[in-house]
């Protein structure tokens, strides 16, 4: 029932920024975690960005700590992932996944995923 469409995806140079947008519906969107992960070319999905049900308390990849901000509005039912200071190792799809429990860096523990976009770096 959980529709989350991905939106913000593209091409920058390094240094620049983005912003990832995540539309959520089909239910109560603060009754859900929500996370941000990626998978680059040839690698594991990765864990990038955690937000709790009320946007109280964040948690981040060691790679994403300082370059990248995760919020949420629930009365928009969105959460985005701002990236700033972008590096071609973050060349990735990014995706965004609801969590019905706590928020976690686990991907198991996500129950619905939204379609993933692309973002590329350029050096």
């Known amino acids: 029932q959980v529709r989350l469409v991905v939106s913000g995806g593209g091409l920058v140079q390094t240094g620049g920024s983005l912003r990832l947008s995540c539309a959520f519906s089909g239910r109560t969107f603060s009754s859900y975690a929500m996370g941000w992960f990626r998978r680059a070319p040839g690698k594991e999905r990765e864990f990038v960005a955690a937000i709790n049900w009320n946007g109280g308390s964040t948690y981040y990849a060691d790679s994403a700590k300082d370059r990248f901000t995760i919020s949420r509005d629930n009365a928009k039912n969105m959460v985005y992932l701002q990236m700033n200071s972008l590096k071609p190792e973050d060349t990735a799809v990014y995706y965004c996944?609801?969590?019905?429990?706590?928020?976690?860096?686990?991907?198991?523990?996500?129950?619905?995923w939204g379609q993933g976009t692309q973002v590329t770096v350029s050096s």
């Open positions: 996944a609801a969590n019905r429990g706590t928020y976690s860096i686990v991907v198991a523990e996500y129950d619905y």
